[in-house]
């Protein structure tokens, strides 16, 4: 109940600070805002404020701002009105539209700011899918533990997942730090039979310990192991003052910039395999969401906080990027059709903006029916 109740404030705060944006730059610029909601219809409440409706919706997930004259067809016969949306010039629209995004994009930097801030800026680990160059800052190498054979020396040794490894010891070596699986891999290669100790941190709930394993000899791998699937990631370090004051928007540019990157390489892999498994894999909706806050909430410990935040700076973020794409629907789709009308002097024609709205919003719910789909499969594999 308590990850229910944290699902839907994270996704309703996330929206109604990108209403918000809406909000009070549409109240600024003097276009008369009808309603602006928490939640969605069905109406529990409501309260008009000057010419607002301040209401409470049935729908928990988010919220809504209705300004008058959104559409030209709204005014359509009436006295052009300065307090209507559509007879404000382009620039102001276009302040309007973007507010939410630019909302969305300052909480997703406010938070990474403020995370980094507190851990000394540096980052939490970023799991590598591939080898990747980050922008800002700099990058150290970690390893993590990603599956554990059962009944192996790793799961005996109690190894957990998510566990970085960030040190071994041979014997009685001096210790030495790890920076890639294949560095690791090579060491538990080369020691059959003898004691490697492992210096681990547990990236989900900050748990240190440190541990012994001996690794066995595989027959069908023809190397020794000790159990464990591995995963390399990296730390990102600001180190320099103007890193450290920029460290919010380096992060959080940093992020998309490797999380777009990725799943642009993982649509090429589904084009030349002729299957979308390897992106559905990597993408999630309402119900996905859901089972990382879960998961939070029950492994976390004491940095429950800490991941909640994380999870939240990710997702305010790509709202935000999400919100400005080109789309139909979306904030970036109604954006070009005021550029079309800031470069041609004239609105589009209305039915066509109709249309190409209206099939821009059968296919968002279709993506969304299908990758909720894709969620609920995952639950049960």
Do not use: C
């Not at 909302?103 to 801030?117: F, R």
């Not at 492994?299 to 080109?326: D, F, H, Q, W, Y």
């Amino acid at each position: 109940m308590f990850s229910f109740i944290l699902f839907f404030l994270i996704l309703g705060l996330l929206v109604l600070i990108h209403e918000f944006g809406h909000f009070i730059v549409a109240k600024k610029s003097g276009v008369r805002v009808e309603e602006f909601g928490f939640g969605f219809p069905p109406r529990l409440w409501g309260k008009k404020v000057g010419d607002t409706i301040y209401s409470v919706n049935a729908i928990p997930l988010g919220g809504f701002v209705k300004l008058y004259g959104e559409e030209y067809e709204e005014v359509a016969g009436q006295k052009k009105n300065s307090s209507s949306f559509v007879y404000k010039k382009p620039w102001v629209k276009t302040l309007i539209i973007l507010a939410g995004v630019i909302m969305n994009a300052v909480l997703g930097v406010s938070i990474y700011y403020s995370l980094l801030t507190l851990n000394h800026f540096q980052s939490d680990p970023l799991p590598l899918l591939k080898p990747y160059h980050f922008r800002f800052g700099t990058q150290e190498g970690r390893v993590i533990a990603t599956n554990i054979t059962s009944n192996s020396p790793a799961a005996k040794a109690g190894i957990q997942v998510e566990d970085i490894v960030q040190k071994f010891q041979i014997g009685s070596a001096p210790w030495k730090q790890i920076t890639s699986s294949s560095e690791l891999i090579n060491i538990i290669k080369s020691s059959p039979g003898v004691v490697v100790s492992l210096d681990l941190e547990n990236v989900r709930n900050g748990k240190k310990n440190i541990i012994s394993v001996v690794p066995i000899y595989n027959a069908e791998l023809k190397r020794a192991i000790i159990g464990v699937n591995l995963l390399d990631t990296v730390v990102l370090k600001y180190e320099t003052p103007k890193q450290k004051l920029l460290s919010g928007f380096m992060h959080s540019y940093n992020v998309l910039s490797y999380n777009y990157s990725t799943i642009g390489e993982l649509f090429k892999v589904a084009v030349k395999s002729k299957s979308f498994e390897p992106v559905s894999q990597t993408v999630s909706g309402p119900i996905g969401i859901f089972s990382i806050v879960d998961q939070i909430v029950k492994t976390s410990g004491e940095k429950m906080i800490k991941n909640i935040l994380n999870i939240m700076a990710i997702l305010s973020l790509s709202l935000a990027a999400m919100n400005v794409l080109p789309l139909p629907a979306l904030d970036g789709g109604r954006l070009v059709f005021i550029i079309y009308e800031w470069i041609t002097g004239r609105p589009i024609h209305k039915k066509i903006e109709q249309y190409i709205n209206l099939g821009g919003f059968v296919l968002l719910i279709g993506l969304g029916i299908l990758v909720s789909i894709n969620d609920v499969m995952r639950l049960f594999r």
